[in-house]
């Protein structure tokens, strides 16, 4: 998996998405770096492929509504 930071966009492989890398948070479970998702203001693990936060329950939040059920495809 290669992660890249250009302007105010994440690269992973061939996904781009608005966001940056948190240096300062790590994955409880392997220790990446996390990675900060802008559209769904979350972050998550790339090496995991999973959220940190939980998505909230309002249905019509602009941010959980949207979030798929994991970050990568």
């Known amino acids: ?20 890398v948190d240096r300062n948070q790590s994955c409880n479970e ?17 090496q995991c492929n999973s959220w940190i936060e939980k998505s909230c329950s309002d249905p019509n939040c602009k941010y959980c509504s949207n979030r798929p ?5």
């Open 30 to 46: 392997c220790k990446l770096h996390l990675v900060y998702h802008e559209k769904f203001d979350a972050y998550f693990c790339p």
């Open 69 to 73: 059920e994991k970050p990568l495809p």
């Open 1 to 20: 998996m290669k992660i890249i930071e250009k302007d105010d966009k994440v690269i992973i492989d061939d996904m781009q998405f608005y966001g940056h």
